[in-house]
Nanobody
Framework: QVQLVESGGGLVQAGGSLRLSCAASGRTFNSYAVGWFRQAPGKEREFVAAITWSGRTTNHADSVRGRFTISRDNGKNSIYLQMNNLKPEDTAVYYC???????????????????WGQGTQVTVSS
């Protein structure tokens, strides 16, 4: 079992920055990969970024590459999403998720993730 709790969301103006955090508990933290996903109102949930158990491999969606950066601190059982140059289209609920079946892959596929957090709202005003 893995429990995930996101934090750090809020309201920010376009061009601003936010840092999301995801605190993990339960299963040994460095035994699984982690991803960030988001869901905007009226849209399907989509991939944002993912990172392998070691942090050596990351994967970012084209829409956020160069603006968002995923990282993890295995000593603090935490995953982060640094979001810079935010745009109104980044407005969504952001979720972190754990892939316990294959810790070596930074997967874009939601079906590969077994555990999900409750989400944190990010709102970017124009």
């Amino acid at each position: 079992q893995v429990q995930l709790v996101e934090s750090g969301g809020g309201l920010v103006q376009a061009g601003g920055s936010l840092r999301l955090s995801c605190a993990a508990s339960g299963r040994t933290f460095n035994s699984y990969a982690v991803g960030w996903f988001r869901q905007a109102p009226g849209k399907e949930r989509e991939f944002v970024a993912a990172i392998t158990w070691s942090g050596r491999t990351t994967n970012h969606a084209d829409s956020v590459r160069g603006r968002f950066t995923i990282s993890r601190d295995n000593g603090k059982n935490s995953i982060y999403l640094q979001m810079n140059n935010l745009k109104p289209e980044d407005t969504a609920v952001y979720y972190c998720a754990a892939n316990v079946k294959n810790s070596y892959i930074a997967s874009r596929e939601q079906g590969n993730y077994d555990y999900w957090g409750q989400g944190t709202q990010v709102t970017v005003s124009s």
